[in-house]
């Protein structure tokens, strides 16, 4: 069974910093392609922050471009985001996601971490 575990989130003050942390348990690394997060805002939708490949290959909403940078750290089976000059409109719960390759695709969630970006 897949565990994706996040840590990282907090209370930070506009042009702030934080960096969330999501680590996956119950499968290799090679089995999880691409690792991403996600984020939802109160009475919005779950939408795309950032997702990274096996490779190393990145994609971003663009309301994060040049602000968020993922990364992902194979041998810990752990995918970061580093969130620069926070607004606070990034205020939400932020999700970590996996997708399994192996027996078949499919998607896993993390619990959800909050961000809030507040003075």
């Known amino acids: 069974q897949v565990q994706l575990v996040e840590s990282g989130g907090g209370l930070v003050q506009p042009g702030g910093s934080l960096r969330l942390s999501c680590a996956a348990s119950?499968?290799?690394?090679?089995?999880?392609?691409?690792m991403g997060w996600y984020r939802q805002a109160p009475g919005k939708q779950r939408e795309l922050v950032a997702t990274?490949?096996?490779?190393?290959?990145?994609n971003y909403a663009d309301s994060v471009k040049g602000r968020f940078t993922i990364s992902r750290d194979n041998a810990k089976n752990t995918v970061y985001l580093q969130m620069n000059s926070l607004k606070p409109e990034d205020t939400a719960v932020y999700y970590c996601?996996?997708?399994?390759?192996?027996?078949?695709?499919?998607?896993?969630w993390g619990q959800g971490t909050q961000v809030t970006v507040s003075s």
């Open positions: 996601n996996a997708e399994l390759l192996i027996p078949r695709r499919t998607n896993h």
């Open positions: 119950g499968t290799a690394f090679f089995n999880i392609n691409p």
């Open positions: 990274v490949s096996i490779g190393g290959s990145t």
